[in-house]
Each structure stands twice: as C-alpha cells, then as structure tokens.
C-alpha cells in the first residue's frame, strides 16, 4: 500500500517539474498555481522572475468568503473568483494556469473556472 502512494506521489512531482520546464509566470502573464491537498485548497499568482507571490489565497485565510460553502467544489469555484478580484485590483488581467501536476480535474478546474468568471483569461 506504501508503495503505491510514493509511486503516486513521485508521479505527480515528475508531471509538475515537466509542465514547470514549459509554464513561467511573467510581470505581463503571472502563473495562476492551485495547490490542493485532502483538506483544503490555495491558489496563488506568482511572478517566477522576480520570485515573488503578488495575489495568493486559501480556504484557511481569515478573509476567504465561501468558508460556509458546504463542498469543495462550491469552495474552488468562490476561491477562483476571489482570487481573480484580487488579481484584478493589482491589475492582472492576463495568467496562466499552472495545475502543479494535479488532473485538471474536479476542484482544480473548479478554481479555474471561477477565475475565468472573476475576469481572469488563460
């Protein structure tokens, strides 16, 4: 059973260093990450040239408005649309999508098509 969750793990880290060599957030298109773990979920917007995060939310944060909401579906969806309000008050407006080795896939795609309703294209 060990050995089938570290084969899975080493897969998803071999997917994310191969999407990574191609995906490179730049100042004019930043790279959208979701991270997704078995509880929760956070998204951020990171400029790899500078090496800094400019918009960056979970469904921890104190200032996440779909705590209430009952799935995690419902979650990634208000959690793509709040992160795009955000990106868009620092005017970002253009990101590409950076799944980190994840299917896109349920709640990943989720986050992604909130962020497209709050206004982001990718």
């Given at each position: 059973?060990?050995?089938?969750?570290?084969?899975?793990?080493?897969?998803?880290?071999?997917?994310?260093?191969?999407?990574?060599?191609?995906?490179?957030?730049?100042?004019?298109?930043?790279?959208?990450?979701?991270?997704?773990?078995l509880?929760?979920?956070?998204?951020?917007?990171?400029?790899?040239?500078?090496?800094?995060?400019?918009?960056?939310?979970?469904?921890?944060?104190?200032?996440?408005?779909?705590?209430e909401?009952?799935?995690r579906?419902?979650?990634g969806?208000?959690l793509?649309?709040?992160?795009a309000a955000?990106?868009?008050?620092r005017?970002?407006?253009?990101?590409?999508?950076?799944?980190?080795?994840?299917r896109?896939?349920?709640?990943?795609?989720?986050?992604?098509?909130?962020?497209?309703?709050?206004?982001l294209?990718?």
């Amino acid at each position: 059973m060990a050995d089938r969750h570290r084969s899975k793990r080493i897969a998803r880290k071999r997917r994310r260093f191969r999407t990574r060599k191609i995906v490179d957030g730049t100042p004019e298109r930043p790279r959208l990450v979701v991270s997704r773990t078995l509880r929760n979920i956070e998204v951020q917007v990171i400029d790899d040239q500078i090496g800094h995060s400019l918009v960056g939310l979970s469904t921890l944060s104190h200032d996440f408005e779909g705590k209430e909401v009952p799935t995690r579906l419902e979650q990634g969806r208000a959690l793509g649309k709040q992160v795009a309000a955000k990106a868009k008050d620092r005017g970002i407006n253009r990101v590409v999508f950076d799944r980190a080795g994840h299917r896109y896939h349920g709640i990943v795609k989720a986050v992604a098509d909130g962020a497209r309703e709050g206004g982001l294209s990718f």
